[in-house]
Nanobody, 118 residues
Framework: QVQLQESGPVLVKPSQALSLTCAVS??????????YMWLRQPPGKGLEWIGA???????YYSPQFRSRISISRDTFTNQVTLQMYQMTPEDTAIYYC??????????WGQGTQVTVSS
């Protein structure tokens, strides 16, 4: 059974960068045809798709975030990382790592709360 566990800072100061890690257990992140994605949910709002890294290593970013994010992976530690730069209070949200098989989401991480505040 695949499990996803997000980790990272709970509090980030404005203008700083955020780095979140999604530790994947139970399956290799290189196995076809699973994509690993980052989403977030700001308080009182719906889910926002941030970006994805495919089993092949190709990356796809939302236009909303493309200019200030980077998604990478470490195939040795089986982890996926989201880096988001120039954080603002509007980036306060619960951040989720999910796995998608191109048809549906089959696994969700529990989510991690990130607050941007000075």
């Amino acid at each position: 059974q695949v499990q996803l566990q997000e980790s990272g800072p709970v509090l980030v100061k404005p203008s700083q960068a955020l780095s979140l890690t999604c530790a994947v257990s139970g399956d290799s992140i290189t196995i076809p045809y699973y994509d690993y994605m980052w989403l977030r949910q700001p308080p009182g709002k719906g889910l926002e798709w941030i970006g994805a890294i495919k089993f092949s290593g190709n990356r796809y970013y939302s236009p909303q975030f493309r200019s200030r994010i980077s998604i990478s992976r470490d195939t040795f530690t089986n982890q996926v990382t989201l880096q988001m730069y120039q954080m603002t209070p509007e980036d306060t949200a619960i951040y989720y790592c999910i796995r998608d098989d191109n048809y549906h989401v089959d696994t969700w991480g529990q989510g991690t709360q990130v607050t941007v505040s000075s």
